[in-house]
């Protein structure tokens, strides 16, 4: 067998020492499946004296992580520290520009500076892999950038945060507020001590944006995505969805039309019978459509050391075989840059959730605005009565854009007996 791709590892956490351990514990069908030996060298953590799970006698320990890509030992630079700055930006580029192939999870990184990422890459001939950076274990960067290449794609969207998708889950299941459950996300493990990144909707978008990129043939571009979290989700909402049959998601959608392409994150209504709707708990799920193929869809765990280093290690693989491809799909030069389309040009079915004092003609003012705006109405459903008092009443559009809602929602939000902000999900038929 030839001899061995030597790897310097950086950041030894959840990811770093799953790598590490994947590396050792499947090392012969690693080596076959790459033609070679694939082997850690050197690495580069915060702490030395951690206790990692994984023995590091033997390997070279660099404090100043860039180091690695200075190392003639290592032929490979893996990056797993994270973050869009600092170290790990800094060791990319010093990787890359020494003309070292580099393999990251970094979404962070990806979203954030990816253009000018693939364009050293290019320029280097040193190529970055990311697979773990978007759904974990999910093959999804492959799928799309290889699988999928000979199709047009028109719309990728998928459940790319495992702690949002946790949350509103259990918020259904058990029918508890969002809250509650947020708090035993954190007592478990599943959601950060600071859930903001990925309860508001960052996390998830960093990885729809590589998506969009990928599928879509631009450059990557984050300020061009329309973010919302799941803070305001409610489990009446919830339990009203389901009656309707929808269940919520909180779904990142990027899709393709004559008139452009439109990125958004935020909590959608999806039909029970969506192979979407049944992805629970921690699990992810990415979905793409393309005019030769159809619908394809993926599902499995989106984080965690072994999922994630599932997709470092075929990235390396693939490093080892001399497998290489665009960081996004196409050469950067070929990539368009025109801005996607603004929020206020979606269209969409909607669910309006009001709560109304229950007395005469208060619907009637609701559909007025509805009407004014030229929103029709698909259903209505009012739960209980309490004369004088609030009531929950739920309306579901027909298609209508953005903007048109908006402004009838301005509306009806300053009716006097709509007592509280209207819950408003957009409905996907996915
Ligand atoms: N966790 C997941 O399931 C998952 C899934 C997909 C993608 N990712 C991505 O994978 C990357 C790593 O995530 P993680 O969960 O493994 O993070 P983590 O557990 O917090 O580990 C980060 C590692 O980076 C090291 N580090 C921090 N600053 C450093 C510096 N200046 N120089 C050298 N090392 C430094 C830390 O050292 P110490 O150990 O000494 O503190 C730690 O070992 C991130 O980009 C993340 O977004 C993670």
Known sequence: ?????????????????????LLRQNAEVIAARAGRPIEVVAVSARDRARDRGVDVTGLAWHEDAVALAADPNVEVVVELIGGSEGPARKLVEAALNA???????????????????????????????YEAAVAGGIPAIKALREGL????????????NGTCNYILTEMRVKGLPFATVLKTAQELGYAEADPAFDI?????????????????????????????????????????AGELGYRIKLLGIASQDEAGVTARVHPCMV???SPIASVDGVFNAVLAEGDAVGRVVLQGRGAGAGPT???????????????????????????????????????????????????????????????DAKISLESMLQRGRAPGEA??????????????????LARIAALPSVVEPPAVIRIEEL
């Open 1 to 21: 067998m030839s001899k061995a791709l030597k790897l310097g590892v950086a950041g030894l956490g959840t990811v770093g020492a799953g790598v590490l351990n």
């Open 99 to 129: 003309g070292k192939p580099v393999v990251t999870a970094n979404k962070a990184l990806l979203a954030t500076h990816g253009a000018a990422l693939a364009q050293l890459s290019e320029a280097k001939a040193s190529p970055l892999a």
């Open 149 to 160: 290449a000979g199709n047009r794609i028109s719309r990728v969207a998928g459940i790319l």
């Open 200 to 240: 508001d909707g960052v996390d998830a978008a960093h990885k729809l944006a590589i998506l969009a990129a990928l599928a879509f043939g631009h450059q990557v571009d984050l300020k061009a995505l329309h973010i919302e979290g799941i803070r305001n989700v409610s489990a009446l909402d919830i339990a009203l």
């Open 271 to 273: 039909p029970e019978a």
């Open 309 to 371: 280093a599932s997709a470092v290690v075929a990235d390396l693989i693939d490093i080892a075989r001399g497998r290489t491809a665009p960081v996004w799909g196409a050469a950067s030069a070929t990539l368009a840059t025109a801005p996607g389309l603004p929020m206020e040009r979606h269209r969409g079915a909607y669910y309006l959730r009001l709560m109304v004092l229950d007395q005469p003609g208060v619907i009637a003012d609701v559909t007025g605005a509805l009407r």
């Open 391 to 408: 009531v929950p009443v739920v309306l579901v559009t027909h298609e209508c854009e953005e903007a048109e809602m908006q402004s009838a």
